[in-house]
């Protein structure tokens, strides 16, 4: 149990355009989802969390127009990179937990290289 | 806020042999502390975790102990095997928001046959 896919698994872009992530838990409720992002040979950085049906709440000097969230139900977040630039090409990837728990569960990540 | 430090940030051992992993934590208010095991190209995977009020915990070959008072919690695995290889993270996280870990800087681990 306690699944988390993550779509794509890697992405490849042009700089300027947009780039959406999905995550999913696939075997229970996630009330909570959080993303992270990690730098080669880094610890992770958490991004922002978001609660199904509300706004997502963003870590100081993450840009919330920039990493647009939606965490439209309660298996499903997205997560687009707008205008991608190179500085944005990172490793993302997304947890879960579900009401109660304070167990995260991670995705397999994806990887975003922006040319 | 919360943070957590971790040594080594890199471990080379030889098959069989035990290794530690140390991580203090600032917070006294935090009570949930994972151990996550991450190898290259992938996400995290949860591999044991231990609340406040428990000392130790022991799953087959890993186990992690804390302690409150000193504010830290170490990651034991014995007859270690190559496949064990890889960058482990410990975490902390307490009661207020939505219950965020803050992760150390992350383990190298290396087991060599």
């Known amino acids: 149990g306690a699944v988390v896919s993550q779509h794509p698994s890697w992405v490849i872009c042009k700089s300027g355009t947009s780039v959406k992530i999905e995550c999913r838990s696939l075997?229970?409720?996630?009330?909570?989802m959080f993303w992270y992002r990690q730098f080669p040979k880094q610890s992770l950085m958490l991004m922002a969390t978001s609660n199904e049906g509300s706004k997502a709440t963003y870590e100081q000097g993450v840009e919330k127009d920039k990493f647009l969230i939606n965490h439209a139900s309660l298996t499903l977040s997205t997560l687009t990179v707008t205008s991608a630039h190179p500085e944005d090409s990172s490793f993302y990837i997304c947890?879960?937990?579900?009401?109660?728990?304070?167990?995260?569960?991670f995705g397999p990540g994806t990887r975003l290289t922006v040319l | 806020g919360e943070n957590v430090e971790q040594h080594p940030s890199t471990l080379s051992v030889q098959e069989g042999d035990s290794a530690v992993i140390k991580c203090t934590y600032s917070d006294s208010a935090s009570n949930y502390f994972p151990w996550y095991k991450q190898e290259l190209g992938k996400g995290p995977q949860l591999i044991i975790d231990?609340?406040?009020?428990?000392g130790e915990k022991k799953d087959q070959r890993i186990a992690v102990t804390l302690n409150k008072t000193a504010k830290h919690f170490s990651l034991h695995i014995t007859e270690t095997q190559p496949e064990d290889s890889a960058v482990y993270f410990c975490?902390?996280?307490?009661?207020?928001?939505?219950?965020?870990?803050?992760f150390g800087t992350g383990t190298r681990l290396l087991v060599s046959p």
């Open positions: 947890s879960a937990k579900g009401e109660g728990t304070d167990t995260q569960y």
């Open positions: 075997d229970f409720q996630a009330t909570t």
């Open positions: 975490a902390a996280s307490g009661d207020t928001g939505f219950q965020k870990l803050v």
């Open positions: 231990i609340r406040s009020n428990v």
